[in-house]
């Protein structure tokens, strides 16, 4: 039978604050092993907590970006559960009134875009590190330093149908929340989880079926592939006649599978109660609106206002908002007085492969957006082509040399007098009389090969519009 | 000698903290074998703090408001440095590395922190009967419980061991003991005094406060513990009125109300009669008497017991062995570091209200439980709110029974819970109660009054209280050791 | 509502505490009479009360977002049961 998928994901970020949610020990990432502990964080005997401003701004922050309402009164609950990373075997976490409600987010897939629903977000604390022994025996090691720092854990709606729509809401998310600097999203370290809820239901039929929650995600890759694999088990079990049982399952990105984890899940029950530690958090209009000031402008707008503005087409506008520092860096360009739709061509095709091969950042590129225009403007002049221009992209890539420079040191400005041109078009025809003679015989690709052995002759300085021009008039 | 004036004398230098405390330590030598009201008291401790304010400069003692006077400090609130144990063997070793908001006031001061009282063992009980570490008496009768949980705070203060002392009250843990104590037992508004470093039973009930021999002691010490603080969030931002002033004005024009709810049947006989003694003499002294009805007071048992339960279940589950206190040794995985050290360290009041707790919460249970009440917690809440559009104050009995005997109750966990229905109203409200002694029975035994106020209106509590005082001398009434 | 034994195991199960035959026979009878009592409040009508979480109308207590715990506390192992390199150790943790 033909199944359809129902994917929602749950994605934790970690918020950049200074401070953990509930005391003043610091987030900073790769300190010692519990060296950024308080007796608050750790649950000790007496301790209470009280609540990061900063944290708080910062939900606000992603949940007008995602269009949420913001809940006019949110509390705190306490989630109820035994384990050696979480100190006070409870998380504090919003059960019934989170901060953040009813978003969306849209996301393109082939050229189309859809409206994902985000059903909250809300405010939680993050537990300690477990370190496992490496030989598989003795101890394990607990590790608090993360325990108690800010995440915002965002909820969407079953909306996603497929395993790419789940990438690009991902991807979408990951803009957004760069965009408004709340995370630096980094999966590495951790600053940003997912899980992904996922269940089949045969074409046609409304009902959900049976889901499974895939847990250890550590890239929107790996999301992708254990959605096709859960997709695939699935699929295999309903054929079979059997039942899919709603249990949390671990990604293994080695093996590509996902595995069962009943261990964790025994008798789960968390018994959310109200946190009677913490008071109730009221967000008036006031203090939204002032968050709302300091937002800027988002992917979805600027992709909008780059195809506008600047005439260009929804897939160049669409690369180009993906990261900030990506967009400003094209519209420096065009401040330079570049035509855009040139620039979105050359940093699209050019820029974004040499920065991939290379492994580099936008921000530490050597070509600056002054340099691209520079070099636009040679090939305007007519001092380089096209071609040589790729050459002298890649010199300004590795040295951070001025493209006039380069042009200049290399030799490599282009040949446009008409003496010179003829001269080297008048040897290659003599070198290849059969071509010659294909052509007049009526063979027209012919035509073709006879300027490509112009332009490596002149080692490709020729300008091609001139040899065009001459090799035709002398073939007529 | 009051707390008032020791500290008056001690600021002077008619009188050195060091040989004060000295008496303090030998009437401890004397009579606290017997009551047992201390789990930790350390001489050296006592006369290194003694020697250090003994230094002080005669202007450096003006500002301290409880210069040299020793205050006893319950179980379950965090002394850096000190061994901290709420009773329990589960936090046997465990070293508070931090000082309690109350205890850093207490410092600042000039206070003597002086030992630490025994308690049920984590603040549940009312008897101090379900302690690990030993069995507190009744000073007036060694055969009888001091009540509880803050037994030991009560009978340390009144067999005269120490002037002050601090508790904690959940569902009546100050007013209980003091009640049968015969001594003042003050529980603020929930929220007037930071919580922060005492080690929670029931965080929306919780409240710490003082233990005297007679009121205007326990403003004094109120008027050092009371005031926000930025490491609580449930702590107000309320000024805090000069207590020691309030206290002075006459009753005329107060208006007290008498629940009709809280004289029933069960209610012993002698503890009725003094009560109502009590009442005509504030009738006498000026007070307006009038008939109230907080109809939901026969819920207020009911309703505590799975609020506390409740938030006991989760506050108490960071005791697992991993960070302090006992860890069982024989734990080889991770579920048996779990099961053991928590059933070889908790006892079995400790059990019953954590299982009681935990099956109020789990799934299925919760809106039939915990949210009910919850909800009955606001009716709870609007029978006072009413009762105060009429009265200034509520006088009722403070325990419906004088001190019972040690091994009466413990096998009958409800009949235990019922002896604090008098007082666990005034936590599930919010409210100030204070507890003062009206008089003895026959067979020697104190009977408290109980006082209960509006929301932060300690002072009409502290002013009824030592009117009250200044007129009889019930107070004045010490137990033979 | 009577509680069963088999309620007191589940229930001891998940607040981590273990209980010989005897004791479950104990508590199941305890905590019967005590959950009977309670059931006292089904008399009540409490249709569109809301429940009271916080008896004081106190809101948005926050903290500025300032680092105040510098250095670790060297006293913050003090009470460890066990402890190795800076670690809280536990027996081993299967996922």
Same mark, same amino acid.
């Given at each position: 039978?033909?199944?359809?998928?129902?994917?929602?994901?749950?994605?934790?970020?970690?918020?950049?604050?200074?401070?953990?949610?509930?005391?003043?020990?610091?987030?900073?990432?790769?300190?010692?092993?519990?060296?950024?502990?308080?007796?608050?964080?750790?649950?000790?005997?007496?301790?209470?907590?009280?609540?990061?401003?900063?944290?708080?701004?910062?939900?606000?922050?992603?949940?007008?970006?995602?269009?949420?309402?913001?809940?006019?009164?949110?509390?705190?609950?306490?989630?109820?559960?035994?384990?050696?990373?979480?100190?006070?075997?409870?998380?504090?976490?919003?059960?019934?009134?989170?901060?953040?409600?009813?978003?969306?987010?849209?996301?393109?897939?082939?050229?189309?875009?859809?409206?994902?629903?985000?059903?909250?977000?809300?405010?939680?604390?993050?537990?300690?590190?477990?370190?496992?022994?490496?030989?598989?025996?003795?101890?394990?090691?607990?590790?608090?330093?993360?325990?108690?720092?800010?995440?915002?854990?965002?909820?969407?709606?079953?909306?996603?149908?497929?395993?790419?729509?789940?990438?690009?809401?991902?991807?979408?998310?990951?803009?957004?929340?760069?965009?408004?600097?709340?995370?630096?999203?980094?999966?590495?370290?951790?600053?940003?989880?997912?899980?992904?809820?996922?269940?089949?239901?045969?074409?046609?039929?409304?009902?959900?079926?049976?889901?499974?929650?895939?847990?250890?995600?550590?890239?929107?890759?790996?999301?992708?592939?254990?959605?096709?694999?859960?997709?695939?088990?699935?699929?295999?079990?309903?054929?079979?006649?059997?039942?899919?049982?709603?249990?949390?399952?671990?990604?293994?990105?080695?093996?590509?599978?996902?595995?069962?984890?009943?261990?964790?899940?025994?008798?789960?029950?968390?018994?959310?109660?109200?946190?009677?530690?913490?008071?109730?958090?009221?967000?008036?209009?006031?203090?939204?609106?002032?968050?709302?000031?300091?937002?800027?402008?988002?992917?979805?707008?600027?992709?909008?206002?780059?195809?506008?503005?600047?005439?260009?087409?929804?897939?160049?506008?669409?690369?180009?908002?993906?990261?900030?520092?990506?967009?400003?860096?094209?519209?420096?360009?065009?401040?330079?007085?570049?035509?855009?739709?040139?620039?979105?061509?050359?940093?699209?095709?050019?820029?974004?492969?040499?920065?991939?091969?290379?492994?580099?950042?936008?921000?530490?590129?050597?070509?600056?957006?002054?340099?691209?225009?520079?070099?636009?403007?040679?090939?305007?002049?007519?001092?380089?082509?096209?071609?040589?221009?790729?050459?002298?992209?890649?010199?300004?890539?590795?040295?951070?040399?001025?493209?006039?420079?380069?042009?200049?040191?290399?030799?490599?400005?282009?040949?446009?007098?008409?003496?010179?041109?003829?001269?080297?078009?008048?040897?290659?025809?003599?070198?290849?009389?059969?071509?010659?003679?294909?052509?007049?015989?009526?063979?027209?690709?012919?035509?073709?090969?006879?300027?490509?052995?112009?332009?490596?002759?002149?080692?490709?300085?020729?300008?091609?519009?001139?040899?065009?021009?001459?090799?035709?008039?002398?073939?007529? | 000698?009051?707390?008032?004036?020791?500290?008056?004398?001690?600021?002077?230098?008619?009188?050195?903290?060091?040989?004060?405390?000295?008496?303090?330590?030998?009437?401890?030598?004397?009579?606290?074998?017997?009551?047992?009201?201390?789990?930790?008291?350390?001489?050296?401790?006592?006369?290194?703090?003694?020697?250090?304010?003994?230094?002080?400069?005669?202007?450096?003692?003006?500002?301290?408001?409880?210069?040299?006077?020793?205050?006893?400090?319950?179980?379950?609130?965090?002394?850096?440095?000190?061994?901290?144990?709420?009773?329990?063997?589960?936090?046997?070793?465990?070293?508070?590395?931090?000082?309690?908001?109350?205890?850093?006031?207490?410092?600042?001061?000039?206070?003597?922190?002086?030992?630490?009282?025994?308690?049920?063992?984590?603040?549940?009980?009312?008897?101090?009967?379900?302690?690990?570490?030993?069995?507190?008496?009744?000073?007036?009768?060694?055969?009888?419980?001091?009540?509880?949980?803050?037994?030991?705070?009560?009978?340390?203060? !009144?067999?005269?061991?120490?002037?002050?002392?601090?508790?904690?009250?959940? $569902?009546?843990?100050?007013?209980?003991?003091?009640?049968?104590?015969?001594?003042?037992?003050?529980?603020?508004?929930?929220?007037?005094?930071?919580?922060?470093?005492?080690?929670?039973?029931?965080?929306?009930?919780?409240?710490?406060?003082?233990?005297?021999?007679?009121?205007?002691? !326990?403003?004094?010490?109120?008027?050092?513990?009371?005031?926000?603080?930025?490491?609580?969030?449930?702590?107000?931002?309320?000024?805090?009125?000069?207590?020691?002033?309030?206290?002075?004005?006459?009753?005329?024009?107060?208006?007290?109300?008498?629940?009709?709810?809280?004289?029933?049947?069960?209610?012993?006989?002698?503890?009725?009669?003094?009560?109502?003694?009590?009442?005509?003499?504030?009738?006498?002294?000026?007070?307006?008497?009038?008939?109230?009805?907080?109809?939901?007071?026969?819920?207020?048992?009911?309703?505590?017991?799975?609020?506390?339960?409740?938030?006991?279940?989760?506050?108490?589950?960071?005791?697992?062995?991993?960070?302090?206190?006992?860890?069982?040794?024989?734990?080889?995985?991770?579920?048996?570091?779990?099961?053991?050290?928590?059933?070889? $360290?908790?006892?079995?009041?400790?059990?019953?209200?954590?299982?009681?707790?935990?099956?109020?919460?789990?799934? $299925?249970?919760?809106?039939?439980?915990?949210?009910?009440?919850?909800?009955?917690?606001?009716?709870?809440?609007?029978?006072?709110?009413?009762?105060?559009?009429?009265?200034?104050?509520?006088?009722?009995?403070?325990?419906?029974?004088? !001190?019972?005997?040690?091994?009466?109750?413990?096998?009958?966990?409800?009949?235990?819970?019922?002896?604090?229905?008098?007082?666990?109203?005034?936590?599930?409200?919010?409210?100030?109660?204070?507890?003062?002694?009206?008089?003895?029975?026959?067979?020697?035994?104190?009977?408290?009054?109980?006082?209960?106020?509006?929301?932060?209106?300690?002072?009409?509590?502290?002013?009824? $209280?030592?009117?009250?005082?200044?007129?009889?001398?019930?107070?004045?009434?010490?137990?033979?050791? | 509502?009577?509680?069963?034994?088999?309620?007191?195991?589940?229930?001891?199960?998940?607040?981590?505490?273990?209980?010989?035959?005897?004791?479950?026979?104990?508590?199941?009878?305890?905590?019967?009479?005590?959950?009977?009592?309670?059931?006292?409040?089904?008399?009540?009508?409490?249709?569109?009360?809301?429940?009271?979480?916080?008896?004081?109308?106190?809101?948005?207590?926050?903290?500025?977002?300032?680092?105040?715990?510098?250095?670790?506390?060297?006293?913050?192992?003090?009470?460890?049961?066990?402890?190795?390199?800076?670690?809280?150790?536990?027996?081993?943790?299967?996922?």
């Amino acid at each position: 039978m033909k199944y359809e998928p129902v994917i929602g994901l749950e994605v934790h970020v970690q918020l950049d604050t200074k401070t953990k949610l509930f005391c003043g020990c610091s987030t900073a990432f790769g300190a010692r092993a519990n060296s950024q502990i308080c007796p608050v964080c750790i649950g000790l005997p007496g301790v209470l907590p009280v609540l990061n401003k900063e944290a708080v701004n910062l939900s606000i922050k992603t949940g007008l970006s995602l269009e949420c309402t913001i809940a006019p009164f949110s509390k705190f609950d306490r989630k109820n559960y035994f384990y050696p990373d979480l100190p006070k075997a409870y998380q504090v976490s919003q059960f019934d009134l989170p901060v953040n409600l009813n978003g969306k987010l849209e996301i393109q897939v082939d050229g189309k875009s859809k409206v994902i629903g985000i059903t909250r977000a809300h405010l939680e604390e993050d537990a300690g590190k477990l370190n496992h022994d490496e030989t598989g025996t003795g101890d394990s090691g607990v590790d608090y330093n993360r325990g108690g720092i800010p995440l915002l854990e965002i909820v969407s709606e079953p909306d996603m149908r497929s395993p790419e729509e789940a990438y690009a809401y991902l991807k979408a998310l990951k803009a957004i929340l760069e965009y408004i600097a709340v995370s630096d999203c980094n999966m590495e370290q951790g600053s940003l989880r997912c899980d992904a809820n996922i269940s089949l239901r045969p074409e046609g039929q409304e009902k959900f079926g049976t889901r499974a929650e895939i847990k250890n995600l550590n890239s929107f890759r790996n999301v992708q592939k254990a959605i096709y694999y859960e997709m695939d088990r699935q699929a295999k079990m309903l054929d079979a006649g059997e039942r899919v049982v709603q249990e949390t399952r671990l990604y293994d990105a080695v093996s590509g599978k996902t595995r069962s984890m009943r261990s964790k899940e025994e008798a789960n029950d968390y018994r959310y109660f109200p946190e009677p530690d913490l008071v109730p958090l009221v967000i008036d209009s006031a203090w939204s609106d002032s968050i709302k000031a300091t937002l800027p402008e988002l992917p979805q707008a600027k992709k909008a206002r780059f195809v506008k503005e600047f005439e260009l087409p929804e897939y160049d506008a669409g690369v180009l908002t993906t990261e900030i520092p990506l967009a400003n860096y094209f519209e420096e360009c065009v401040k330079e007085g570049a035509k855009p739709k040139v620039v979105s061509n050359w940093v699209l095709s050019e820029l974004l492969r040499k920065l991939n091969d290379n492994n580099e950042s936008i921000e530490t590129c050597k070509i600056k957006p002054k340099m691209i225009c520079e070099m636009l403007n040679l090939i305007d002049k007519g001092t380089i082509s096209g071609k040589i221009a790729k050459t002298v992209f890649k010199e300004m890539f590795e040295s951070g040399g001025s493209p006039e420079k380069i042009v200049q040191e290399k030799g490599l400005v282009q040949i446009a007098d008409t003496g010179e041109i003829d001269q080297i078009i008048e040897q290659v025809l003599s070198d290849n009389t059969k071509s010659v003679e294909d052509f007049r015989g009526g063979k027209k690709n012919a035509f073709g090969f006879l300027v490509g052995q112009v332009m490596k002759a002149s080692r490709g300085k020729a300008n091609p519009q001139m040899v065009n021009q001459i090799l035709g008039e002398k073939l007529k | 000698m009051s707390a008032f004036d020791l500290q008056k004398k001690l600021v002077s230098g008619d009188l050195k903290v060091t040989e004060a405390a000295n008496l303090f330590l030998s009437q401890h030598e004397q009579v606290d074998s017997k009551v047992n009201a201390f789990v930790e008291l350390e001489k050296e401790k006592v006369l290194k703090q003694a020697q250090a304010l003994d230094e002080l400069s005669a202007e450096q003692r003006q500002s301290k408001k409880l210069f040299g006077v020793p205050v006893a400090i319950k179980d379950n609130i965090c002394v850096e440095g000190t061994e901290t144990n709420c009773a329990s063997k589960i936090l046997k070793g465990f070293t508070a590395p931090y000082d309690a908001t109350v205890i850093s006031k207490l410092k600042e001061a000039g206070a003597i922190l002086y030992g630490r009282t025994n308690m049920d063992e984590f603040a549940m009980g009312s008897s101090t009967e379900t302690s690990s570490i030993k069995k507190t008496a009744n000073p007036w009768d060694l055969e009888r419980i001091p009540g509880g949980s803050s037994g030991g705070a009560a009978a340390s203060v !009144a067999s005269g061991q120490v002037p002050l002392s601090i508790g904690s009250d959940t $569902g009546g843990s100050i007013r209980q003991p003091a009640a049968l104590c015969g001594v003042v037992g003050f529980k603020p508004t929930y929220g007037r005094v930071s919580r922060y470093g005492l080690i929670a039973f029931a965080s929306s009930l919780d409240q710490i406060g003082p233990f005297a021999r007679d009121v205007k002691d !326990a403003a004094l010490l109120l008027d050092v513990l009371a005031g926000a603080d930025p490491k609580d969030s449930t702590c107000s931002e309320e000024a805090v009125p000069n207590y020691l002033e309030a206290i002075d004005k006459d009753l005329s024009g107060l208006t007290a109300g008498i629940p009709e709810e809280y004289f029933i049947e069960g209610i012993d006989p002698e503890v009725e009669a003094k009560v109502k003694e009590a009442i005509a003499q504030l009738e006498k002294q000026g007070v307006k008497i009038e008939k109230v009805s907080l109809p939901h007071t026969k819920y207020a048992v009911s309703t505590y017991y799975i609020v506390a339960t409740a938030e006991a279940s989760s506050n108490l589950a960071r005791y697992d062995g991993v960070r302090y206190g006992i860890r069982s040794a024989e734990a080889k995985n991770l579920n048996d570091l779990y099961f053991q050290t928590r059933t070889q $360290g908790f006892g079995d009041e400790v059990k019953r209200r954590i299982m009681l707790g935990t099956y109020v919460l789990s799934a $299925g249970y919760y809106d039939a439980y915990y949210l009910k009440a919850l909800k009955v917690r606001t009716l709870m809440k609007q029978d006072f709110d009413n009762a105060f559009k009429k009265v200034d104050f509520i006088v009722t009995p403070t325990s419906p029974t004088p !001190a019972f005997k040690m091994g009466e109750k413990v096998d009958n966990p409800l009949s235990m819970y019922l002896s604090d229905i008098f007082t666990i109203s005034a936590n599930l409200a919010g409210l100030p109660g204070v507890s003062i002694p009206c008089g003895l029975t026959q067979e020697n035994l104190p009977v408290g009054l109980q006082l209960i106020g509006k929301p932060f209106g300690e002072e009409t509590l502290l002013q009824v $209280g030592h009117q009250f005082q200044q007129a009889t001398d019930h107070h004045k009434q010490s137990p033979l050791l | 509502m009577s509680i069963s034994k088999e309620d007191v195991e589940k229930v001891a199960k998940l607040a981590r505490l273990q209980f010989s035959g005897e004791e479950v026979e104990t508590f199941t009878s305890q905590m019967t009479d005590i959950l009977k009592y309670i059931e006292q409040l089904n008399e009540l009508d409490t249709e569109g009360v809301e429940p009271t979480a916080h008896v004081l109308p106190i809101q948005n207590v926050l903290r500025e977002d300032k680092v105040t715990n510098g250095k670790p506390s060297k006293t913050i192992f003090v009470n460890a049961p066990k402890e190795e390199e800076h670690q809280f150790k536990v027996p081993q943790v299967i996922e």
